[in-house]
């Protein structure tokens, strides 16, 4: 190894070290746990204000219509009240989780809300025609709805790990 290339590869060890330092992880790990908590509340306040549209209410139909859990709410409510009543649902989610900073059981509540609507929302993925890109064959997911939904695993796992932290909190306030 040329005198060059290991200065090269020493300065790169140090300055990771350095910015791995204990505090500095600490704060990239803080950052991280609110980046997650309030991205999954800002994704949730979004979808759920954009389900008191017309334009909204139309794109989720065929979600609901071709879902075994869902297909049935069409039977009781229109397409705009029942995608009302998903984004008043969707709103009270995103306001409990955000309420960690106040009250943990809230915000527990609110994170298993969100794991239901999640766990749901993955059902579309076996449930709903066009998710697999046929041209390209499984496992190539198309672009809406396959790639639009697949992103729920990772939002299932936010609220899975808001839930988790939450539960901890009301578990230490109560010992």
Do not use: C
């Amino acid at each position: 190894m040329s005198t060059a290339t290991h200065k090269s590869t020493h300065d790169s060890q140090v300055a990771l070290r350095h910015f791995a330092s204990a505090a500095r992880a600490d704060l990239i790990e803080a950052l991280g746990r609110h980046g997650v908590r309030y991205g999954l509340v800002l994704v949730l306040l979004w979808i759920g204000g954009m389900k008191f549209t017309a334009y909204e209410a139309e794109g989720i139909s065929g979600f609901v219509s071709n879902s075994p859990l869902m297909f049935w709410a069409y039977h009781l409510f229109s397409k705009g009240q029942l995608s009302a009543i998903l984004g008043a649902v969707e709103l009270l989610t995103a306001l409990l989780i955000a309420l960690r900073p106040f009250s943990a059981r809230l915000s527990a509540v609110g994170s298993a809300l969100a794991v239901g609507m999640f766990l749901t929302t993955l059902t579309f993925l076996f449930s709903t025609p066009g998710v697999i890109e046929t041209s390209l064959g499984f496992p190539a997911l198309s672009v809406v709805p396959g790639q639009f939904l697949i992103k729920d695993v990772v939002l299932l796992g936010a609220a899975l790990w808001t839930a988790g932290e939450a539960l901890q909190a009301v578990r230490s306030e109560v010992a």
